[in-house]
């Protein structure tokens, strides 16, 4: 099945967005902006199966694989930055700064699986 649609809650009306609080001249808050991301739905879209549990969102699931790359870290690694920095959320498509892990590191080993060597290319 596709990734879900990740929907506002109403707790979130008090909260500030990280747009709002992170410098944009940052590196990758201004690659975030830059980079389409609706071009991964489509390109990665043909992986996906109508049926199962619902899939991470191809934005969270591309940038934890570019950032992992970028800074050479491991699954493990790269999911527990990810709740410590808020660029690296930004860059992963979150408004708002986030306590938990977006996801088990072995859902990371399972994308790349899916997407095969031809879909990382």
């Not at 940052?26 to 992986?47: C, P, T, Y």
């Not at 199966?49 to 591309?62: D, E, H």
């Not at 959320?89 to 977006?102: A, I, N, R, T, V």
Request: one cysteine or more; hydrophobic letters at 35%.
């Amino acid at each position: 099945m596709g990734p879900k649609p990740t929907l506002p809650s109403s707790s979130d009306l008090y909260r500030s967005r990280l747009d709002q609080i992170l410098d944009p001249r940052h590196a990758l808050f201004r690659l975030a902006v830059l980079i389409d991301w609706d071009r991964f739905d489509e390109e990665f879209g043909r992986f996906y199966r109508p049926l199962g549990r619902p899939a991470k969102p191809t934005r969270l699931m591309v940038g934890l694989s570019y950032l992992q790359h970028t800074f050479n870290l491991s699954d493990e690694a790269v999911v527990q930055r990810w709740i410590e920095n808020p660029y690296y959320q930004w860059f992963c498509g979150c408004e708002y700064f986030q306590h938990e892990l977006p996801c088990d590191p072995s859902s990371l080993t399972r994308w790349r699986k899916r997407l095969g060597p031809e879909g990382l290319e």
